[in-house]
């Protein structure tokens, strides 16, 4: 009953949502619009599922009358149907349970990848180039808009710290799982004897913070300006274009050299500050309810990782839920679907087990 109580109330709901999409006057307020249609898209789902469901029942009832009034030859074709039906009934209500879990409140916003060598020296910056290029490739196979926000590029060609904001309806349900630290065990090409190395490179998933997400007062930034360089220390330009801003209450730092405006290097900063401040906050509300949550990416050593890409066996290995694939060659060319499915599922699975 309870359940159905629920439902009902979302109809309810989803009733309320049609009919102020319907008014011509929500269009004028873009904010408001994007989170109707936004709750409209779920609230359909779960409608269009529940009235499925309420058909197969009467399908059901009317079978099973049948059923009983049919002659003997005819029962057989009659069972079959309703077998056919309780099949259907089963996956129904399989998915509105999940249609029916918790929302993640960051659902459909943007993400900002930002991703970083660690361990290793160099060969972390060069792993980290591989994985910007695995989420890219990832991104474009998923139909996602991608951009660069900000890089670092070292000496050989890696990166020291590269961001990425992705644009896509589900770009955060699949690249949050993509935090922490990754591990890489190959032959650097810096080695002359052939021995594989461990090094390490960390991936941090942030949901795009809007400005009215996050209020920054403006007093409670340091924004300092210079000179733009590039590996090895050149100047890339003789404008005082690069920025950074320093939040002076919590001591974030965000530095932005890569466009030749100040303004635009200043807008970009700002934009990557608001997505780690919602993330802070989010964070720290996370921390009251659970004394045992993680940071997304420990310390970035070596053993504390989420991942290990094995290039000597053609292995990826996702530690959290022990699967393994001999497909690293693919999956660094973005094929990263079969990963990225298991990680939801096992999300979907611990959800429903703590609400049963």
């Known amino acids: ?41 779920e609230l359909e789902a779960i409608v269009s599922t529940n009235r499925e469901l309420k058909a197969v029942a009467a399908d059901l009832q009317a079978a099973a009358e049948l059923a009983e009034l049919a002659d003997p030859d005819e029962v057989e074709s009659i069972q079959a149907e309703i077998d056919t039906l309780r099949q259907r009934q089963a996956q129904l209500e399989e998915q509105m349970e999940l249609a029916l879990l918790p929302r993640d409140a960051n659902d459909g916003k943007n993400v900002i990848v930002e991703i970083r ?11 980290a180039k591989d994985l910007f290029d695995m989420y890219v490739r990832f991104a474009d196979r998923m139909g996602w808009k991608w951009e660069i926000i900000g890089s670092d590029p ?4 890696g990166f ?8 896509g309806e589900d770009a955060w349900r699949r690249l ?26 960390t991936v941090t998933v942030l949901p ?37 801003i320093t939040h002076i209450p919590t001591g974030l730092v965000v ?49 504390e990782k989420i991942r290990t890409y094995n290039f000597k066996e053609n292995r990826v290995t996702d530690h959290r839920i022990g699967l393994t694939l001999y497909k690293l060659d693919r999956i660094l060319m973005g094929e990263l679907d079969e990963v990225s499915d ?15």
């Open 1 to 41: 009953m309870e359940i159905e109580e629920r439902v009902a109330g979302l109809e309810n709901e989803y009733a309320r949502v049609v009919d102020e999409l319907a008014d011509p006057s929500v269009y004028s307020d873009q904010k408001r619009f994007k989170e109707l249609s936004r709750r409209h898209k």
């Open 117 to 127: 060598g660690a361990e290793g020296g160099e060969e972390a910056n060069l792993f």
């Open 154 to 157: 070292s000496e050989r060609g």
């Open 160 to 167: 020291n710290e590269v961001a990425l904001l992705v644009k």
């Open 176 to 201: 949050k799982h993509e935090a922490g630290p990754h591990r890489v065990q190959r032959v650097p090409v810096t080695e002359s004897q052939g021995r594989i190395h461990t090094s390490s490179a």
């Open 208 to 244: 795009e913070a809007d400005e009215v997400d996050v209020v920054i007062d403006p007093n409670d930034l340091r924004i300092d300006v210079y000179r733009s360089t590039g590996p090895g220390g050149q100047s890339v330009n003789t404008t005082d274009s690069a920025v950074r």
């Open 255 to 303: 530095a932005m050299q890569d466009e030749k405006s100040q303004i635009q290097n200043r807008a970009k900063a700002l934009q990557v500050l608001r997505a780690r401040l919602l993330k802070m906050e989010q964070d720290r509300q996370a921390e009251e309810l659970s004394s045992t949550r993680r940071s997304q990416i420990g310390g970035g050593g070596r053993s």
């Open 342 to 356: 298991a990680l939801v599922l096992d999300e979907r699975t611990r959800q429903l087990a703590a609400e049963a």
